[in-house]
């Protein structure tokens, strides 16, 4: 099945320079949505992308989404793009993003962050590289290689790549569900690739993501800030509330102390047990990626479950307080505590909404404090499962079994990708994840990286997955 | 007594407006100590100052500190400067500091921070306004005002003004112990100007200062910040660790949790049990300042207990967990949590050191965490208690009945400054704490002010308080 892939890959490798370059450039555009600064830059990656569409022939569109929300700014325009109408293939659509994660040297990077360094072992090192240009980038390098070996493409390709995701992925939603039935209506299944194997040496195929729920906790009492000398021991102090509360909702093994949170969660069922004990995880993969071994638990199943099938709590930080290095006297006025929860089938985005706000004045209220407390949802992502027996997934596993020459494992994702459950509901289709990165990658951390490995014959990859599922039977 | 002070109040009416032209060049000036780049401006206000004293005919010396305690940046000068060496007059010795907090007009500024603004209600408003520029020209004012009045100066002014108090004095305390004996060694008695009234009607004389040791507890346990969905229910979370043990300190209503605190406190007199029911402060006034009525206390006298002669505890911040506005999902890799204990009469610094570390210790070991956990003190200053009654206390009184018509209150104070004891020591002398701002000035907030009769009667009341302390009998 799928001949031709032989003279696909061989182009790839022989374009492996080229493709490196491509990227090279992208990561050198410091596309970082959550700046308003950088604005101009996020922009000008969207231009690039379209313009590298147009000369490998895609037609492409720069939609415009209007402005940020609650702000003057225009969103970076989403990149449509169209590669072949012809009426006897599939139609695949695509989703990456070209924004980027903030990133400065002094936060500890050990090279230019938006540099792309490659080092001895094929580390491809840069804000970015593996989340997610590399991705988008795989796309047009399996359209270029085609190309030059004069192999033709298998299915109509949709794009879809936006420069907001890494800042909530602003306006895309409306824009999805509004082109479902028009620029999207042909698609027949939809592949994501932005997330990561779960450890560095075994590909998957992921059919599951958690979901995110995002709150905040606002106390306050004093009209402005105060000195601890003059006040302490008077008022009482906002940022004493807010950490007594937020100590009341998950303790150091995670365990989630708001009820009603586990009472939503699926029950185990036996075929799920056996599920775990074959995917190639380790705890020393985790340990590696974490860079410590201050996991919760010490055995893989347990910490599969956690990861994927369970929800969990993180304290995120606090607005308004102190946050500078050295030593500053003051109490603060109004702290704004942020923490999130992951949600898993079967919770529900307003249950679980009522249950944490209504513990949180509870537990507030038993403090007797006269400051004000105010709780609400920043933002809200509902959790995804697919059906991994779809032949989008069939069809996946067999590209990656001919690329990687092993069985991808099956997995779920512990992160969300809230865009996901849109593109389902938009198109009514089947979505795939198909990572490229593996576990190690650091996508939001200091020292992103993707490996030259990762990239290349994640290039072969994404052009053999859509070989195959230009030929697998519907099921 | 001290009849010629008729004249000098005369001098200081028909100069006044010199006077308000003197601390609006002073406001102009940005000295803020804290910031590296305004460094230059602090430097520049040291130099204003031994500019605006030589013109006096004092001589003055503008003494280097050497290097900001782990940088490369010059300490601003100390100030020194000498008014008179007369041998058959007492020498006082006045302390003051010429730096400022940190100011923007966008932290919510109702006026220009650096620009003295004068409201229809006398309120003149600037940042370093009260704190501490207005005291420290009102020496030099004192000054002008008798050589316009043709007054003979009552005794022989020693001047100590430094550029660092607002970043923790560095380099002051060595200075200052070094000249106890040498460029201080005739001083008879300390005054310092860097502090308020209790309310905004009634003077006070302050011979107590609760002292203040900080702490920082860091939790640390991944390599670096993780993404909450990929690691939330499989790490154990530094900032959940942090947020319990930092809950564990102290309650909604200021009660310190830290055995081996409360026990160290000296117990309360009898003498002591009848002194606040006449203090001048009113919860109202407290409301005020609070810009709430979020007290812990609903009456005078524990709210004044508190504030005086109780320890509190107050927490300041985290460094290193998300700070900003908006959502981010982020798992820290490393907190630190900022706490200070304002301590009192009999505590050791040493020995609150000990219990608090202790007690940290422990209620992070119950935790069970695999992280990793210090607890150190930052800084430590020790409360100090001087006699009302001695004769430099007793000249203030008379020079506040003089000038204000009323008994001044005798007030201890919440906050520290830690100069005060190291003077005491360094000279062996009593020190003064003669405020002329009110409670309302805003020291460290914005929209910081010093109201035109604060400034103006303050000044009639320093040169006073030297008019009579030159006459007052030893006791
Ligand atoms: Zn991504
Ligand atoms: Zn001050």
């Known amino acids: 099945m799928a001949p031709q892939l032989d003279g696909y890959f061989q ?8 493709f490196i370059e491509r990227l090279r450039q992208a990561v050198a555009i410091p596309s970082v949505s959550s700046e308003a600064a950088r604005r101009p830059d996020v922009v000008r990656m969207g231009e690039f992308l379209a313009a590298e569409l147009k000369k490998l022939g895609a037609s492409v569109e720069l939609r415009p989404l209007g402005k940020q929300h609650g702000t003057d700014l225009d969103l970076p325009p989403v990149v449509l793009a169209r590669y072949g109408s012809d009426k ?75 420069g907001m995701e890494e800042y909530g992925s602003d306006g895309l939603d409306d824009l999805v569900n509004e082109e479902g039935k028009k620029y ?28 995110c729920n995002y709150y905040s906790i606002e106390v306050s009492g004093p009209g402005a800030d105060l000195h601890s000398g003059v006040f302490g021991g008077t008022a009482q102090e906002p940022m004493t509330d807010l950490v007594r509360v ?23 069922t036996a075929d799920e047990e056996g599920l775990y004990d074959g ?15 201050t996991t919760i638990f010490e055995d893989k199943k347990p910490t599969l479950m956690a990861r994927w099938r369970y929800p969990s709590l993180s304290l995120h930080g606090i607005e308004g307080a102190f946050s500078a290095p050295g030593a500053k006297t003051v109490i603060p006025a109004k ?77 779920r994702e512990g992160g969300s990708i809230p865009i996901t459950l849109t593109f389902e509901q938009a198109t009514g289709k089947n979505v795939l994840l198909l990572p490229m990165g593996s576990s190690t990658d650091g996508a939001h951390s200091i020292n992103e990286k993707l490996d030259k490995r990762n990239y290349i014959e994640g290039i072969k990859l994404l052009g053999a997955y859509l070989h195959y599922v230009a030929e697998e039977p519907m099921n």
Request: charged fraction near 25%; hydrophobic fraction near 40%.
């Open 11 to 18: 182009q790839v490798d022989s374009l492996s320079d080229a």
């Open 88 to 162: 006897n293939k599939r139609t695949i659509l695509v989703y990456g993003h070209y924004d980027v994660q903030p990133a400065e040297k002094s936060d500890g990077w050990d090279t230019e962050p938006f540099e792309l360094t490659i080092k001895g072992d094929g580390r491809m090192q840069g804000r970015g590289s593996t989340d997610d240009k590399g991705p988008v980038l795989g796309w047009l390098n399996a359209i270029e290689a085609h190309q030059a070996a004069g192999i033709d493409f298998p299915v109509n390709l949709l794009m879809c790549f936006e």
């Open 184 to 211: 999207f209506a042909d698609a027949d299944a939809v592949c994501i690739s932005d997330n990561y194997w779960l450890g560095t040496e075994k590909p998957c195929l992921t059919y599951g993501l958690r979901g």
């Open 246 to 268: 937020m100590a009341s909702l998950v303790d150091t093994d995670g365990k989630i102390l708001i009820p009603g949170i586990a009472e939503q969660v699926a029950p185990v």
């Open 279 to 293: 995917i190639a995880f380790t705890m020393e993969t985790l340990h590696d990626s974490l860079g410590s071994k």
């Open 335 to 411: 702290v704004i505590g942020k923490f999130s929860i992951r949600t898993v089938p079967n919770m529900e985005i307003d249950q679980t909404n009522e249950v944490v706000c209504r513990y949180v004045e509870d537990v507030f209220k038993k403090l007797g404090s006269k400051n004000s407390l105010k709780v609400y949802p920043q933002h809200c992502g509902k959790w995804w499962v697919a059906s991994p027996n779809h032949w989008n997934f069939t069809a996946a596993a067999k590209a990656t079994e001919r690329v990687w020459g092993v069985q991808p494992d099956f997995t």
